[in-house]
């Protein structure tokens, strides 16, 4: 894990199509990146429309229940990938598991409670932002996020997750610097929509 985390808030009237758009961009990593989304209905849309049908290899799926034979949790993260045979399975650990559609889902976007609960962090989460959002939800994503943070939001949803903000854009609240604080970073990196650097922000452990 790095010693900083970036932090970048795009205010938009639709952020679940803006997460998506982000998602279909050539640096997020699937199994690497995730989005994360409030509610399931959200995560199934956005899984759909990333994963395409069938799904094919390189897609991040969940397991959709326990496995006890396999050792497999329902929730547990894997990649699908092909044999030799081209035939797909899912990699689960050292394990290979048989790909089955109804029992693995895919998993680009997953909601903040699934978030909370997974063992593994990601690089970059997309943390899309609802009606009920609050400094809860980005104290989960920055839990999940080694690298960077992307918050999208309406005005009023992205003021509910960080807090107020300054002129330029940077949060000021102390209480979204523990939040953040979190998920064991140092320092905030607050950049703008393009990338330039407008703060940085020494973090305070909660």
């Avoid at 899309?128 to 996020?145: F, I, N, Q, T």
């Avoid at 102390?174 to 703008?192: D, M, Y």
């Amino acid at each position: 894990m790095t010693d900083s985390l970036t932090l970048r808030i795009l205010v938009t009237d639709w952020p679940l199509d803006a997460a998506l758009a982000l998602a279909r961009r050539g640096g997020f990593l699937p199994g690497v990146d995730v989005v994360a989304v409030p509610a399931g209905l959200d995560a199934d849309r956005l899984n759909h429309l990333l994963a395409g049908a069938p799904p094919g290899e390189g897609t991040p799926v969940a397991a959709a229940r326990t496995r006890m034979a396999d050792g497999v949790a329902a929730g547990q993260l894997g990649m699908l990938q092909r044999d030799d045979d081209g035939r797909l399975g899912v990699l689960m650990g050292e394990a290979v598991l048989p790909y089955d559609g109804d029992a693995f889902h895919p998993a680009f976007a997953l909601t903040y409670l699934a978030l909370q609960h997974h063992p593994g962090r990601f690089r970059q989460v997309l943390a899309v932002s609802g009606p009920g959002a609050d400094l809860r939800y980005a104290a989960v994503a920055a839990r999940a996020a080694t690298t960077a943070l992307t918050v999208l939001g309406t005005p009023d949803q992205v003021f509910r997750m960080v807090g107020p903000r300054d002129a330029d854009g940077v949060p000021v609240s102390p209480e979204f610097r523990v939040a953040v604080g979190g998920g064991g970073h140092r320092l905030l990196r607050v950049v703008e929509e393009g990338g330039d650097l407008l703060a940085e922000l020494p973090l305070r452990h909660p």
